[in-house]
């Protein structure tokens, strides 16, 4: 079983909708968690933190369960630049330094 | 901008031949990751470094890849002996310090493929 699972999709959905991606990490040592963006050949880019209280971000939202080790990302008013591939990634202390896991990424592909 | 720099952008090349892939971190960037990027999964950690010491390699997959930063700033990752499942993209990422998180930054990989 992978550290970091996720839906791998595709997602297609229409311009406007709303889309939820959901994650599960299984190292309870785990300390922070991120959601990445990757657009096509194109190296990962981080989208946002997510925190216990929950965090928002323009159209974005992000949530954790530390209880459950759950992490989704929710997209509002999609929008057809948001089509790329989502990551879930969560960090963990690993010998002094931070180690990042990936899963293995949402794809979502928005359409006029 | 002064990003993480990768080189080259492609290679191709025949099994059993060796490969150098070279990563340009961020000036001043302590930290350095490497990591493999297969066809529809997400990177996974190779290996990391902490100015020149290679502290982490638990996860290059065989004695074939070999990573090393000797003064602490450019690093290669070499493959000896290639093998069509060394097929990836390969990216490198570079981070300012180690004591407390700090975001890395991500190059824009070398794609590798190996016939």
């Known amino acids: 079983r992978k550290e970091v699972e996720q839906d791998p999709g595709p997602f297609n959905v229409p311009e406007g909708a709303t889309v939820a991606f959901n994650c599960t990490y299984s190292n309870s040592a785990s300390q922070s968690f991120f959601w990445y963006r990757q657009d096509c050949r194109k190296e990962p880019k981080l989208l946002m933190s997510?925190?216990?209280s929950g965090n928002e971000d323009g159209r974005f939202t992000a949530q954790l369960n530390r209880a459950s080790q759950y992490i989704s990302l929710l997209i509002r008013d999609s929008k057809l630049s948001d089509s790329a591939t989502y990551l879930c990634v969560v960090r963990k202390p690993s010998g002094g330094y931070n180690k990042l896991i990936f899963g293995a990424g949402t794809r979502l592909a928005v359409h006029p | 901008g002064a990003g993480v720099s990768q080189s080259p952008r492609y290679k191709v090349a025949k099994r059993g031949q060796d490969v150098a892939l070279r990563c340009d971190p961020i000036?001043?960037?302590?930290?350095l990751f490497w990591y493999q990027q297969a066809l529809g999964q997400g990177p996974e950690f190779l290996t990391y470094f902490q100015n020149e010491a290679q502290l982490d390699k638990s996860g290059l997959p065989s004695d074939r890849f070999f990573a090393e930063r000797p003064e602490g700033s450019v690093s290669t990752l070499k493959i000896q002996r290639t093998q069509q499942e060394d097929s990836a993209v390969y990216l490198c990422?570079?981070?300012?310090?180690?004591?407390?998180?700090?975001?890395?930054?991500f190059g824009d990989g070398t794609r590798l493929s190996i016939l």
């Open positions: 990422a570079s981070s300012l310090a180690w004591t407390q998180p700090q975001p890395q930054h």
């Open positions: 000036s001043g960037h302590v930290s």
């Open positions: 997510v925190y216990s």
